[in-house]
């Protein structure tokens, strides 16, 4: 199963500081590809992941990979990638690997 966490705090999915991009559209989106999937895909969201820079941030876990950290995805064909790599499953597109970003750094 691949988990998705879109992080909806602080400057991810607020129209504060992405006011032209409909948040809440974005998280429709994510729903019905997991709703479609039969249990493929789990989407959830998170307060804050600690990378405001880059939001919007989304972050996938593919099964038996290490989590992609997507970042800057605010527009409609960001979305649809993210889509069809959700849908297909499979490596992470060229495509996207254009948002891909660095997590932040964890405390120990």
Known sequence: MAH???CRGCCCGTVKKHPEYDHDEQLRRLEAVAERSG???RVRTADCL???ENS???VVKPPGAKPVWLGLVLHDAV???LEQWLTTGGPL???LELNRVTPPAQSD
């Open 50 to 52: 600690d990378a405001c």
């Open 39 to 41: 249990g493929r895909v």
């Open 93 to 95: 597109p060229a495509k």
């Open 79 to 81: 979305m649809d990638d």
């Open 56 to 58: 919007n941030i989304v």
């Open 4 to 6: 998705v966490t879109v």
